[in-house]
């Protein structure tokens, strides 16, 4: 149903509070600033007003006689999906803000109401509403059209069109990305592309922070900086990656390793933009965009307590799904091409590409280690072949001979789950390269295209651990 707006060429916002004070108060700062307000002092007014208008922003209070605004955030959905919900709590109903932005809320704000914070919020929607609407007719493009290449990242399937459509989209604002991905998957080039495809942002500063690489207080020390004599080892001042990153963007990759008392320091940078060094009391002020990343499920760590919350959705702004190599077979044969070529001129030899067999091989790998291993098998090829065409033979022995095939019907002929049947060949996979290195996870992980963590996981997971350390003392 056509809902007209009240000011056609401006934002409409519409406030809904019981506390006149309140709703005066707020409503005055929002008219100085430009926008066009109108109040309601209860859900059922809003509604009735939501109904008849089209709203550009929802503010309200969550305690309120009758229907509080959790339900009228529900009902808002139902009758405008778009329109964004801002909800204004005090202290004690935090909790229920939270839970209220898992229904569609996009941002809380807690009372008494800072007048730029508010601003700054409606400020954020409006920048990506107008993004949205000036990339409508690039979206509608790009979804004729296929690339092979968006900047350092390459793939033509489906899956990587709708990534590259999405980072077009966020670049030019300044939200928040959380990127999931398994590893090896290309995380990494995702967070630069978003930060490159802003020509205004380019030059600004891009700093990449491994967190799982890092223990709790050299990560704190890393990313906040210290003062000298902050802890044992702190023999200088040292200024921290938030404030290199100012003006610029932050991409901390692995952000499940953050310590609660980590995830906490994180949300008041989100929040507020301010931090402390270790070891000193003095607030630095900091404008940075963080892109963080994960292999792990957030949510799963959440129901675990070892993940705040609240730091998800303020995290979660904007999620990017990267897919596992094995669901995107189609980019196999030009990422192989893509490294040929790299590997090639860096080792000064001419391989103009593979066999046919060869790329049967590569497209039948589960590839475990995604694009990373990918990479590595191809550049090991490229280092071994005597010919300018790369063979089977090139490979490493478990490449050659598949079992995905043979591990989908068990012993007695019984159907195994994928999952089952994905993983059986991985756990082959991973004991023939530990074999061909002796043991050593080092060398296994470099092999593999995977960090040597992810490889301890896998190998607790399929039981490997006890096989593996007789061979492994002394290696790593």
Same mark, same amino acid.
């Given at each position: 149903? /056509?809902?007209? =707006?009240? @000011?056609?060429?401006?934002?409409?916002?519409? +406030?809904?509070?019981?506390?006149?004070?309140?709703?005066?108060?707020?409503?005055?700062?929002?008219?100085?600033?430009?926008?066009?307000?109108?109040?309601?002092?209860?859900?059922?007014?809003?509604?009735? &007003?939501?109904?008849?208008?089209?709203?550009?922003?929802?503010?309200?209070?969550?305690?309120?006689?009758?229907?509080?605004?959790?339900?009228?955030?529900?009902?808002?959905?139902?009758?405008?999906?778009?329109?964004?919900?801002? &909800?204004?709590?005090? /202290?004690?109903?935090?909790?229920?803000?939270?839970?209220?932005?898992?229904?569609?809320?996009?941002?809380?704000?807690?009372?008494?109401?800072?007048?730029?914070?508010?601003?700054?919020?409606?400020? *954020?929607?409006?920048?990506?509403?107008?993004?949205?609407?000036?990339?409508? =007719?690039?979206?509608?493009?790009?979804?004729?059209?296929?690339? #092979?290449?968006?900047?350092?990242?390459?793939?033509?399937?489906?899956?990587?069109?709708?990534?590259?459509?999405?980072?077009?989209?966020?670049?030019?604002?300044?939200?928040?990305?959380?990127?999931?991905?398994?590893?090896?998957?290309?995380?990494?080039?995702?967070?630069?592309?978003?930060?490159?495809?802003?020509?205004?942002?380019?030059?600004?500063?891009?700093?990449?922070?491994?967190?799982?690489?890092?223990?709790?207080?050299? &990560?704190?020390?890393?990313?906040?900086?210290?003062?000298?004599?902050?802890?044992?080892?702190?023999?200088?001042? *040292?200024?921290?990656? %938030?404030?290199?990153?100012?003006?610029?963007?932050? %991409?901390?990759?692995?952000?499940?390793? %953050?310590?609660?008392?980590?995830?906490?320091?994180?949300?008041?940078?989100?929040?507020?933009? #301010?931090?402390?060094?270790?070891? @000193?009391?003095?607030?630095?002020?900091?404008?940075?965009?963080?892109?963080?990343?994960?292999?792990?499920?957030?949510?799963?760590?959440?129901?675990?307590?070892?993940?705040?919350?609240?730091?998800?959705?303020?995290?979660?702004?904007?999620?990017?799904?990267?897919?596992?190599?094995?669901?995107?077979?189609?980019?196999?044969?030009?990422?192989?091409?893509?490294?040929?070529?790299?590997?090639? =001129?860096?080792?000064?030899?001419?391989?103009?590409?593979?066999?046919?067999?060869?790329?049967? +091989?590569?497209?039948?790998?589960?590839?475990?280690?995604?694009? *990373?291993?990918?990479?590595?098998?191809?550049?090991?090829?490229?280092?071994?072949?005597?010919?300018?065409?790369?063979?089977?033979? @090139?490979?490493?022995?478990?490449?050659?001979?598949?079992?995905?095939?043979?591990?989908?019907?068990?012993?007695?002929?019984?159907?195994?789950?994928?999952?089952?049947?994905?993983?059986?060949?991985?756990?082959?996979?991973?004991?023939?390269?530990?074999?061909?290195?002796?043991?050593?996870?080092?060398?296994?992980?470099?092999?593999?295209?995977?960090?040597?963590?992810?490889?301890?996981?896998?190998?607790?997971?399929?039981?490997?651990?006890?096989?593996?350390?007789?061979?492994?003392?002394?290696?790593?």
């Amino acid at each position: 149903m /056509f809902r007209p =707006k009240v @000011d056609s060429n401006g934002t409409h916002i519409l +406030v809904v509070d019981d506390e006149p004070l309140v709703m005066r108060s707020l409503s005055e700062v929002l008219t100085l600033s430009g926008y066009t307000v109108s109040t309601a002092s209860n859900s059922e007014d809003a509604l009735e &007003l939501l109904k008849k208008y089209t709203m550009d922003v929802v503010i309200t209070d969550i305690k309120m006689p009758k229907m509080d605004g959790v339900h009228l955030l529900k009902n808002v959905k139902i009758i405008s999906p778009d329109t964004p919900v801002i &909800l204004m709590t005090g /202290f004690g109903s935090i909790e229920n803000a939270v839970e209220a932005m898992k229904n569609g809320a996009y941002d809380y704000i807690t009372k008494p109401i800072v007048d730029s914070e508010v601003k700054i919020i409606i400020e *954020r929607i409006m920048q990506q509403r107008r993004l949205i609407d000036e990339n409508i =007719k690039l979206k509608e493009e790009l979804s004729l059209t296929h690339k #092979e290449r968006f900047h350092d990242i390459v793939g033509k399937s489906l899956k990587m069109q709708k990534i590259y459509t999405l980072v077009e989209a966020i670049a030019t604002t300044r939200a928040t990305v959380l990127i999931h991905g398994e590893s090896g998957t290309g995380k990494h080039l995702i967070a630069h592309a978003i930060h490159k495809y802003n020509e205004k942002e380019r030059n600004k500063p891009f700093v990449e922070v491994s967190c799982g690489a890092l223990s709790e207080t050299l &990560l704190e020390s890393e990313l906040f900086g210290h003062v000298k004599g902050a802890y044992t080892g702190a023999i200088k001042d *040292r200024i921290g990656r %938030f404030e290199l990153a100012d003006g610029g963007s932050i %991409f901390l990759d692995e952000i499940d390793a %953050f310590s609660p008392a980590l995830q906490v320091k994180l949300l008041r940078v989100l929040q507020e933009g #301010e931090l402390e060094k270790v070891g @000193d009391t003095n607030t630095i002020k900091v404008d940075v965009r963080v892109i963080a990343a994960t292999n792990h499920n957030l949510e799963e760590l959440i129901a675990q307590g070892k993940f705040r919350q609240d730091l998800y959705y303020r995290l979660n702004i904007i999620s990017i799904e990267v897919p596992p190599l094995r669901d995107r077979r189609e980019d196999i044969e030009i990422l192989a091409d893509e490294f040929i070529k790299k590997h090639s =001129k860096h080792l000064g030899k001419k391989i103009d590409g593979f066999s046919r067999a060869a790329l049967a +091989v590569l497209s039948n790998c589960p590839w475990p280690g995604n694009v *990373r291993e990918l990479e590595n098998v191809i550049e090991r090829a490229v280092i071994l072949s005597k010919q300018t065409i790369i063979s089977p033979d @090139d490979f490493p022995e478990y490449l050659q001979k598949p079992k995905l095939a043979a591990s989908v019907s068990g012993d007695n002929g019984d159907r195994l789950k994928l999952k089952q049947a994905l993983a059986n060949p991985e756990k082959d996979i991973i004991v023939n390269v530990l074999a061909s290195v002796g043991g050593s996870r080092n060398e296994a992980a470099k092999i593999l295209g995977i960090n040597r963590t992810t490889l301890y996981k896998k190998m607790c997971k399929f039981g490997l651990l006890e096989a593996n350390k007789a061979t492994d003392r002394g290696r790593n």
